[in-house]
């Protein structure tokens, strides 16, 4: 019931800055909290960013003071901004929604396509 459509990946160098955007559609009620997750080749994904309902934010260790996660009502979008961009900051990107399906205790679990990040050695 929820779609997500990430951009704003590329590549960028060490030191850069990316801004992901992350568009969502549909079912925007149900939804308690989303996040940004990323996977790096032969890695397992990992979550890096958390924006809830309310505002509360949450980073990962690897990207706290780096990265900033926020959200546009308005245009139904949350944001990355990624500063001081590491090569190990290479990843997919991917946006994730969760939350409960309006008047039901059905659990909404919805995934964007990916973004690539590259920033070269």
């Known amino acids: 019931q929820v779609q997500l459509v990430e951009s704003g990946g590329g590549l960028v160098q060490p030191g850069g800055s990316l801004r992901l955007s992350c568009a969502a559609s549909?079912?925007?009620?149900?939804?308690?909290?989303m996040d940004w997750y990323r996977q790096a080749p032969g890695k397992q994904r990992e979550l890096v960013a958390v924006?809830?309902?309310?505002?509360?934010?949450n980073y990962a260790d690897s990207v706290k003071g780096r990265f900033t996660i926020s959200a546009d009502n308005a245009k139904n979008t949350i944001y990355l901004q990624m500063n001081s961009l590491k090569p190990e900051d290479t990843a997919v990107y991917y946006c994730?929604?969760?939350?409960?399906?309006?008047?039901?205790?059905?659990?909404?679990?919805?995934w964007g396509q990916g973004t690539q990040v590259t920033v070269p050695s």
């Open positions: 994730h929604a969760r939350g409960l399906v309006d008047g039901s205790r059905i659990p909404l679990d919805s």
């Open positions: 549909g079912s925007i009620s149900s939804i308690n909290a």
């Open positions: 924006i809830t309902n309310r505002g509360s934010t």
